[in-house]
């Protein structure tokens, strides 16, 4: 009878479960998770590059450059790898010491996924000037969240070499950026939204080590016609605010599937505990946490804490009452800060023990939000941002002079009327700018004039005359050197400036705010300093 055999050789052919494999050649390596989406990657073995992308029988690296760290950590990289004891996780380790590089970067697969791990090691800032990884990848010409934003293929270069106009409309690769406390999840996709390569921050760990805070954002996504760019900046010149950090990035995660978009939250990287890889620092028995509660700022606005010092930044949000727990933090003493969304509330120092959680309650100390007093007008909120005023609501997304975009010059604004103020006033486009108020009587007392900024360009800073009188021009602001607002950023070190109204300027009827721009710098329409508005209040 043959019905024995043929149930043995069933039951046998059921039992063969695909592993991860890896395959080595005198150039590459090719890792095959045995994923049920045949998720095979080729690993160049002298550079690290990824050579070839294959998910679901389908090629989508693109072969006229590859897939690395910054432009490629080039020949005598040293690649290897190794296994787990389990079997199931493949870590591939790339090492550059050099004049552009010192730095390990590290690659993991897992059995079954099709995902890569990553994490980065960097003694210092690569002589590029920046740290990301970039994967250049073909049949993938949408992007998620934000569309066409960065969609630069067949476009014309309208400032340097990365603003463009397509179809009438301007794009940017730096129009894709989110904030880094909001950005979870981001991917190219095909038209039809079915295969997905997204770029996935599981936790804080994916942001611990780079620069700029909660509010930093940059380049996500530009498909600029060859392939898609999909980029994880770890750090870069972008509208910097503060120096770069040394150590273990990561982990971060770059996904691939056919089901939607990948869940951060449930992307899991525990298993990076057990891997021992250089300057990566666990979590458990090495970090500690603070809790507490904020105070003093609305809870009609997100409210934010920031720890950070020369070796790590992290970040929550405060629940509506203010309570709030960080995420486990190395050992050590940090500057605690408190925001009304993205302005600054108040800064504090605490000290974390590993192992233990401390308790660490922040109050607002901000004037703007503590100060009693007696508002006479006041355009937009103290939010750190430039919301509500005109042109707010596109900037983020595309450049200045875009057709989209309201008039910059708008006349005469009203004290009531913030959606008509501009969010930014640039030297040479359109300074000047006018409030007008009106007042039953005169004011017989000193008022005070507060303009509050989110990010200052060229060296500008705002210079008021309310009525006859003029302020005093307020010093220079700190310099970044990086162009933000035609770039789609607008957060810097969010200036606040006061100048003080003497008594009896303030008149019966009409009176009248105006505001410009002053700066020693110059230049051409809106790459002339500039600064961006967050609130402006008159009061006394």
């Known amino acids: 009878m043959l019905w024995p055999t043929i149930f043995s050789f069933i039951f046998a052919w059921a039992g063969v479960v695909r592993a991860i494999t890896v395959t080595t050649s005198s150039s590459s390596y090719v890792v095959d998770t045995a994923s049920s989406y045949n998720f095979i990657v080729t690993i160049d073995r002298s550079t690290c590059d990824i050579t070839s992308l294959k998910f679901y029988g389908t090629e989508y690296q693109y072969q006229g450059t590859k897939s690395h760290i910054a432009s490629g950590l080039g020949s005598g990289t040293s690649v290897s790898y190794t296994t787990s004891p389990s079997g199931d996780t493949v870590i591939f380790s790339c090492s550059q010491s050099s004049s552009s590089f010192d730095l390990t970067h590290y690659l993991v697969f897992r059995n079954g996924a099709a995902n890569i791990w990553m994490g980065t090691s960097i003694n210092k800032e690569p002589s590029v000037g920046e740290l990301r990884y970039i994967f250049r990848l073909t049949g993938l010409t949408a992007a998620y969240p934000y569309g066409d934003v960065s969609y630069t293929a067949g476009g014309s270069a309208i400032e340097g070499s990365d603003v463009y106009t397509v179809n009438g409309q301007t794009r940017s690769k730096f129009y894709s950026s989110e904030r880094f406390i909001d950005e979870k999840v981001y991917c190219a996709t095909d038209s039809g939204a079915s295969v997905h390569a997204c770029f996935v921050r599981p936790n804080h760990?994916?942001?611990?080590?780079?620069?700029?805070?909660?509010?930093?954002?940059?380049?996500?996504?530009?498909?600029?016609?060859?392939?898609?760019?999909?980029?994880?900046?770890?750090?870069?010149?972008?509208?910097?605010?503060?120096?770069?950090?040394?150590?273990?990035?990561?982990?971060?995660?770059?996904?691939?599937?056919?089901?939607?978009?990948?869940?951060?939250?449930?992307?899991?990287?525990?298993?990076?505990?057990?891997?021992?890889?250089?300057?990566?620092?666990?979590?458990?028995?090495?970090?500690?946490?603070?809790?507490?509660?904020?105070?003093?700022?609305?809870?009609?606005?997100?409210?934010?804490?920031?720890?950070?010092?020369?070796?790590?930044q992290f970040w929550t949000y405060a629940s509506s009452s203010g309570a709030f727990t960080s995420p486990p933090m190395p050992a050590g003493s940090y500057t605690m800060k408190l925001y009304q969304d993205e302005f600054l509330a108040a800064t504090q120092t605490v000290s974390v023990s590993a192992g233990s959680t401390a308790t660490a309650n922040i109050a607002a100390t901000a004037p703007a939000l503590t100060q009693s007093r007696t508002t006479i007008f006041k355009l937009g909120d103290y939010d750190g941002q430039p919301t509500g005023f005109l042109n707010a609501a596109s900037q983020l997304r595309m450049h200045p002079s875009d057709s989209r975009m309201a008039k910059w010059s708008p006349g005469t604004v009203s004290s009531t009327a913030t959606s008509s103020w501009?969010?930014?006033?640039?030297?040479?486009?359109?300074?000047?700018?006018?409030?007008?108020?009106?007042?039953?009587?005169?004011?017989?007392?000193?008022?005070?004039?507060?303009?509050?900024?989110?990010?200052?360009?060229?060296?500008?800073?705002?210079?008021?005359?309310?009525?006859?009188?003029?302020?005093?021009?307020?010093?220079?602001?700190?310099?970044?050197?990086?162009?933000?607002?035609?770039?789609?950023?607008?957060?810097?070190y969010g200036e606040v400036y006061e100048c003080s109204v003497p008594a009896g300027t303030l008149v019966s009827g009409t009176n009248t705010v105006t505001i410009n721009v002053i700066s020693g710098s110059s230049g051409d329409q809106y790459l002339s300093p500039s600064v961006i508005f967050d609130a402006i209040e008159l009061f006394r």
């Open 422 to 492: 501009p969010m930014a006033i640039f030297k040479s486009v359109n300074n000047g700018q006018k409030i007008s108020f009106s007042l039953s009587s005169a004011v017989t007392s000193a008022a005070t004039l507060r303009i509050a900024t989110t990010l200052s360009f060229g060296g500008a800073r705002p210079q008021a005359t309310v009525n006859s009188y003029t302020c005093s021009a307020p010093a220079a602001p700190t310099k970044i050197d990086s162009r933000g607002v035609t770039r789609g950023a607008y957060r810097g």
């Open 205 to 312: 760990q994916a942001t611990e080590k780079g620069s700029g805070g909660p509010f930093f954002r940059d380049i996500s996504l530009n498909y600029g016609g060859d392939y898609h760019s999909v980029t994880y900046y770890m750090n870069s010149g972008h509208v910097p605010t503060e120096p770069i950090r040394t150590g273990f990035h990561g982990p971060y995660v770059f996904a691939m599937t056919r089901s939607g978009i990948p869940d951060a939250s449930s992307t899991d990287v525990s298993f990076f505990e057990t891997l021992n890889l250089k300057n990566y620092v666990p979590v458990s028995g090495k970090r500690g946490y603070v809790k507490g509660t904020a105070t003093g700022v609305s809870s009609s606005f997100p409210i934010v804490v920031h720890w950070y010092n020369s070796n790590f």
